[in-house]
């Protein structure tokens, strides 16, 4: 008798979940496409903040490459299914060249930036990363050749001197070289982007992941043999959340950018300085000083709007 009335139970559990599920199901869907990207955006930018808390926390015992090494071999694990089943299409290229010079660029602006995160306040960091669509539009300029008018121009040069703003030194803290580590990692993420403009119009979107994925772990082998520390195993299940956090962050980032407008969901990226500031407060008793938030206001302004005359120039 007990077991038919746990099983009823069960029954009714499960149909309610159901219910609720389904119920949500239906109003998801009739969200519009740009409302959908924008909560996609979100949670990448959430998943990607949480990454950095993971990795701020585990640096303290582990060496930045092999924190990035164990990240890449986790996406590649997520990944692999897909590459091998692509086989051997996953791998040709148009543009080999091309492909390892964006594996190295990439390989170092996730050093740069990292180590930048781990010994600069979180927010701060943050903000000047903000600057990659900047740097986007004049590497643009410079290699591509495409045309700005004086507006743009304006937007470039007030991100700029946002950027000049968080990282010029003062009485609190001087010009350190984890600032520019920032900076540069900010130019060098630019650079990949520019690359991929260029290989993404012959190669297919499974052979720039494969080298992304392949690449990039094979170029951390050789620095993480060096700094090697065996982790404990709570350092190797932090080290699988990071690896986690950065394919979910990805992932969400893709979905956003495929059912939705780029100049719509854009803006939402910079959700993540209000998660940097609330996880460097809780967890690392961080607050920024007033000129981040200052040069955040220009930075975030000047790539809003450059993103917003780019999607214009697209359409036109």
């Known amino acids: 008798m007990n077991w038919r009335f746990d099983t009823l139970i069960f029954r009714r559990q499960r149909l309610a979940i159901t219910s609720v599920c389904a119920f949500f199901s239906i109003k998801w869907r009739r969200l519009s496409d740009n409302l959908r990207g924008a909560i996609y955006m979100l949670l990448a930018a959430f998943f990607f903040s949480l990454m950095i808390v993971f990795i701020k926390i585990v640096s303290k015992s582990l ?3 092999e924190i990035l090494f164990f ?5 590649i694990s997520i990944a692999a299914p897909v590459i091998l089943s692509n086989l051997p299409h996953s791998l040709h290229t148009a543009f080999p060249k091309l492909q390892f010079l964006r594996v190295v660029i990439a390989f170092v602006a996730m ?19 903000f600057s990659k669509t900047l740097f986007i539009t004049v590497l643009a300029i410079v290699i591509l050749g495409e045309v700005v008018g004086p507006r743009r121009w304006g937007a470039i040069i007030m991100g700029f001197l946002g950027v000049l703003i968080i990282a010029w030194p003062n009485d609190i803290n001087n010009f350190t070289i984890y600032s520019v580590m920032a900076i540069m990692s ?19 979107p499974i052979t720039i992941m494969t080298y992304q994925a392949l690449g990039v772990g094979l170029l951390m082998v050789i620095p993480t043999i060096y700094f090697w ?22 992932y969400f980032n893709i979905l956003s950018l495929r059912v939705a407008e780029a100049s719509f969901v854009g803006p939402f990226d910079y959700a993540r300085l209000i998660y940097s500031i609330a996880f460097g407060l809780l967890l690392f008793n961080e607050w920024p000083e007033q000129r981040v938030f200052l040069g955040a206001a220009l930075i975030i ?16």
């Open 186 to 204: 900010s130019i060098c993420v630019s650079a990949v982007v520019i690359i991929i403009r260029v290989i993404s119009r012959v190669d297919k």
């Open 111 to 129: 050093l740069l930036g990292c180590s930048a995160f781990i010994y600069l306040p979180f927010a701060k960091v943050t903000v000047i990363m």
């Open 71 to 75: 990240r890449q071999l986790i996406t």
């Open 63 to 65: 060496n930045v490459t």
């Open 229 to 250: 520390k065996t982790p404990t195993l709570a350092e190797i299940v932090i080290l699988t959340v990071i690896g986690i956090c950065s394919t979910l962050g990805q």
């Open 301 to 316: 302004s000047a790539a809003a709007y450059t993103l917003h005359r780019e999607q214009i120039k697209s359409k036109s």
